[in-house]
C-alpha cells in the first residue's frame, strides 16, 4: 500500500486562515459586547412605565402634590413635541403583567412645545382634553426643579425627570431644561 503524502505547509496555511477568520469574528463579537449591553440596559432602564406597587405609590403621591408636569422624550434625537399636561387625577392601576402597576394621569394637555438647546420653544397653548387616563412613563415626566435668578431679575426653574428625582435608575433622553414660564 502506497502511503499519501499531506502536505503540511498546505494544512497549517489553512489552519492558520480558519483561525484568522474565527477571531476576526470573535473579536467583533467581545467589541460589541458592552455595545449590546449598554443599549440593553438603557432600553430597560429608562422604561418607568412598569413599576411595584410601592414604586408606583410612590409617584402618585409626589404627582398628586403637583399641577402640572411635562411629558417631553427626544431618545431618537429627532426634536420631539413635548406636551405640558395639568393634572386633575393621578392613580396607580395594575398592568398585563402580573405584579406590576403604572401611574395613570388624567387631566388636560394645555400646551405644547419644542426644545432647541435646553431651552423651550414653539410653546403653544393649546387646551385638549385627555379623554382616557394616560399611562406615563416616570423617566420622561419632568418637574419644576429650584429656581435662579437670570439677568432679567426673572425666576427660571430648571426641570428635573420624576425617574431620577424619586431615585429610580432611568434615562430620560434629554438634559435638564428650562421649566416653561408660560402659564397654562
Keep these: 500500500m502506497k502511503k499519501k503524502k499531506i502536505c503540511y505547509s498546505s494544512f497549517c496555511i489553512y489552519l492558520f486562515r480558519v483561525s484568522l477568520f474565527c477571531s476576526f469574528l470573535f473579536c467583533g463579537f467581545l467589541f460589541n459586547l458592552p455595545k449590546i449591553f449598554a443599549q ?3 432600553q430597560n432602564n429608562r422604561q418607568l412605565c412598569y413599576l411595584t406597587n410601592d414604586e ?7 404627582l398628586k402634590k403637583e399641577t402640572d408636569i411635562l411629558v417631553y422624550c427626544d431618545c431618537n434625537g429627532q426634536g420631539d413635541l413635548g406636551r405640558r399636561i395639568k393634572i386633575t387625577n393621578v392613580y ?3 398592568t398585563e403583567r402580573e405584579g406590576f402597576f ?4 388624567e387631566g388636560s394637555v ?21 379623554t382616557k387616563p394616560e399611562m406615563i412613563d416616570l423617566a420622561f415626566v419632568h418637574i419644576r426643579g429650584t429656581g435662579y435668578e437670570n439677568e432679567k431679575k426673572e425666576t427660571v426653574y ?13 434615562d430620560p433622553c434629554v438634559e435638564p ?8
Design 158 to 170: 430648571d426641570t428635573l425627570s420624576l425617574g431620577i428625582y424619586l431615585g429610580f435608575v432611568c
Design 110 to 130: 394645555v400646551a405644547t412645545f419644542k426644545l432647541k438647546m435646553q431651552q423651550v420653544v414653539n410653546y403653544t397653548r393649546d387646551i385638549t382634553p385627555i
Design 92 to 94: 396607580a392601576s395594575p
Design 102 to 105: 403604572s401611574v395613570m394621569v
Design 40 to 42: 440593553e440596559n438603557v
Design 177 to 184: 431644561f428650562n421649566y416653561p414660564t408660560e402659564m397654562p
Design 56 to 62: 408606583a405609590k410612590k409617584a402618585v403621591e409626589f
